[in-house]
């Protein structure tokens, strides 16, 4: 009697491996910077912390964190998207870093804890929206790319930013 191909005792065959798949783990990063500015806006001392935000890509991301059981996943799922689909992605991640380190600077440079609280809140309501176009790539594995526009996510950074004249 011929084994099947995945059989073991010429049962049935053994399910095949599910597909590598992205991971929200990436944007815990910007969770918690976007929590710690949300709090900066009461408390200056935050301001050390926020020095210290370096944002880092997809790749960057699950290198730095290797040790976690489904990085290597994360990463084939990664490399094995679509070129435009990745782009758009990046396009998204690199706005999102623009987000941040312009608050950063704006946060720094601000005087009265009323203006640190209204940069924050219109740099925090921007990048929560970000994060949640970021989390909805990734959980439809690339298929929603096409919601997000660097261009006008840009525009928006650059309006944001030139409002406090940190631009």
Do not use: C
């Not at 998204?92 to 009323?114: F, H, Y």
């Not at 959980?139 to 650059?158: A, K, L, N, V, Y």
């Amino acid at each position: 009697m011929s084994m099947g191909k995945g059989n073991v005792d010429g049962g049935m065959p053994f399910a095949a491996e599910p597909a590598p798949s992205l991971s929200t783990d990436f944007l815990n990063q910007y969770n918690e910077v976007l929590m710690i500015v949300e709090l900066a806006a009461d408390d200056a001392e935050l301001m050390e912390t926020l020095d210290e935000w370096q944002p880092r890509s997809y790749r960057q991301h699950f290198a730095k964190h290797a040790q976690l059981r489904f990085a290597d996943d994360a990463l084939r799922a990664y490399e094995a998207l679509a070129p435009e689909r990745r782009l758009a992605f990046e396009n998204l991640r690199l706005a999102m870093d623009d987000v941040v380190t312009s608050t950063i600077r704006a946060l720094k440079q601000a005087g009265e804890a009323e203006e640190r609280a209204a940069i924050a809140a219109a740099s925090s309501s921007l990048l929560r929206r970000m994060i949640e176009a970021a989390a909805s790539f990734i959980r439809t594995e690339g298929r929603d790319w096409r919601s997000f526009s660097h261009t006008e996510m840009q525009g928006t950074i650059d309006r944001l930013m030139a409002h406090w004249g940190r631009g």
